[in-house]
């Protein structure tokens, strides 16, 4: 940790400070400067945090070495993360993993003429939300616990794994009865009740990044899940709120190289929600690809125009199959296969 001090400030005032760094078992360090004076500490940093330095009056500034988040952070655990939904898919190696399907689960009728089309491209993991986080309370929230029976029947018929949004702690349970795979959405990214509680569970979980979080606010998301014993957790950039408005958000696809450089989770994208206008997503889709993301995640509807939800941004089943399509060079351009 280093301590930059004010301007001006007494070696008494430094040495204090040196002093609780050492009551604290770290090594203080005195590194006086011509003009400024800075300190630095060695030893467990969460130990030193205790110690609120930033609120010493002398104090300007205090700078980390290592990364807020320790768990899911590439310092203390090099090697990449796999998680498997459902024995289906390997998120983090060497596939480029597809998850589609409909924004919400509407009917089985539905649910499985979309599925058998992304089945039919290869594609091993159906999304599907039952339980809706929609912006205003009038719209379609979901068939509930319908949607889960309707979401795990057709994943069976099919041999896909599946994925679906939980929006409350008090639903955990019986979601993870029904799906291979929990999908923690950019509006509950900071619900930390609920990541506490998908935490002391084993099941995988998409952790998307809230519309107003920084990328070291979805680690330290990512982290409380990983410190009450899951390591299953798949990150997911989905946009977040910018000043632009031909999009529905900004997808912010700098993040997925940083966050592979920082950490050892598989990353997917959410072109679909990232951009909210279907003739983007594939693009998108290739660009996620071509930025080393570990999969996508995309909506599409066997009827979009009748789609109770996010319709617009939904494919047509023939745009699916030609994002796959179009997808297939750029993903064995950088190493992987579909
Ligand atoms: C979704 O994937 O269905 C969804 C609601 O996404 P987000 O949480 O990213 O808005
Ligand atoms: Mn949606």
């Known amino acids: 940790m280093i301590i930059v001090l004010k301007p001006g400030t007494s070696k008494e005032a430094a040495d204090e400070i040196l002093e609780r760094i050492s009551e604290k078992g770290c090594r203080p360090l005195y590194m006086p400067g011509t003009e400024r004076v800075v300190l630095g ?158 935490g002391r569970g084993q099941k995988p979980v998409i952790l998307k990044r809230g519309m107003a979080a920084s990328v070291q606010d979805l680690l330290l998301a990512a982290e409380y899940i990983v410190s009450e014993g899951n390591p299953n957790v798949i990150l997911c950039e989905r946009g977040i709120k910018t000043f632009e408005t031909v999009t529905r958000n900004t997808l912010d696809l700098s993040a997925v190289p940083y966050i592979k450089q920082h950490s050892h989770l598989p990353i997917l994208v959410d072109p679909s929600h990232g951009t909210g206008v ?43 199959c030609s994002l796959m399509k179009d997808l297939r060079p750029i993903v064995e351009a950088v190493g992987k296969t579909l």
């Open 41 to 198: 500490a060695i030893g467990d940093e969460r130990v030193l945090k205790a110690l609120h330095l930033e609120s010493y009056p002398q104090v300007e500034s205090v700078t980390p070495i290592l990364s807020p988040y320790k768990l899911v952070s590439r310092e203390l655990h090099p090697h990449d993360t796999l998680v498997s939904i459902g024995g289906k898919v390997l998120v983090g190696g060497q596939r480029f993993v597809i998850i589609a399907g409909p924004c919400a689960v509407e009917s089985r009728e539905q649910l499985t003429r979309t599925a058998e089309v992304a089945r039919k491209e290869g594609v091993l993991c159906l999304r599907g939300g039952a339980f809706k986080p929609r912006s205003s309370p009038y719209a379609f929230q979901g068939l509930g616990v319908q949607g889960l029976e309707i979401l795990s029947e057709v994943g069976q018929a099919l041999g896909m794994a599946t994925v679906t949004e939980v929006v409350d702690v008090a639903d955990v349970e019986v979601v993870s009865r029904y799906v291979d795979a929990l999908q923690v959405g950019a509006r509950n990214m900071q619900n930390f009740r609920m990541l506490l509680e998908i």
């Open 278 to 320: 279907r003739e983007l997503i594939s693009p998108m889709t290739r660009a996620a690809a071509a930025c080393g993301a570990d999969g996508v995640m995309v909506e599409v509807h066997i009827d979009p125009v009748a789609a109770l939800s996010d319709g617009q941004q939904s494919l047509f089943p023939e745009q699916f």
